[in-house]
């Protein structure tokens, strides 16, 4: 009976750890997208990976809070123009730091990301929905 008890607790602690370290899903959360570049020369190499990336990629930095510390690394985020409609996917490769000028509602996405919906770089800033994909 306590060996019974003991595995279900231990079952127990590996399902909350689990879900501790998984993102909470974000689901059309409205934000700011601004232009970042993620080359060489173009700043520090990303956060979730230590490396410089192709500005022809869909990529994206996500401020401090979306971020998680890294939780959502790699993952594929969906972006969606509020002027047009049109939605990209994009890939979270960075932190646009909040505790160091980057506000805490801003995509900070590639060229290619603005290319593909649509959007002049000399903006500088569009409102966007965002979500987990």
């Given at each position: 009976m306590?060996?019974?008890?003991l595995?279900?607790?231990?079952?127990?602690?590996?399902?909350?750890?689990?879900a501790?370290t998984?993102?909470?899903?974000?689901?059309q959360?409205p934000?700011?997208?601004t232009?970042?570049?993620?080359?060489?020369g173009?700043g520090?190499?990303?956060?979730?990976?230590?490396?410089f990336h192709?500005?022809?990629?869909?990529?994206?930095?996500?401020?401090?809070?979306?971020?998680?510390?890294?939780i959502r690394?790699?993952?594929m985020?969906s972006?969606?123009?509020?002027q047009?409609?049109?939605?990209?996917r994009a890939?979270?490769?960075?932190?646009?730091?909040?505790?160091?000028?980057?506000?805490?509602?801003?995509?900070d996405?590639?060229?290619a990301v603005?290319?593909?919906?649509?959007?002049?770089?000399?903006?500088?800033?569009?409102?966007?929905?965002?979500?987990?994909?």
């Open positions: 306590a060996h019974a008890k595995a279900a607790l231990a079952v127990l602690v590996v399902i909350l750890l689990h501790s998984r993102a909470m899903a974000i689901e959360m934000a700011t997208m232009l970042n570049g993620f080359g060489p173009e520090e190499p990303a956060e979730c990976d230590g490396k192709n500005n022809k990629e869909m990529l994206a930095a996500l401020s401090t809070v979306w971020y998680e510390g890294g690394c790699q993952r985020i972006i969606r123009n509020d047009n409609g049109r939605t990209v890939r979270v490769v960075d932190e646009c730091d909040s505790r160091h000028a980057c506000k805490d509602n801003i995509v996405t590639s060229v603005w290319n593909a919906l649509g959007l002049d770089t000399n903006i500088g800033e569009v409102p966007v929905t965002w979500s987990d994909s």
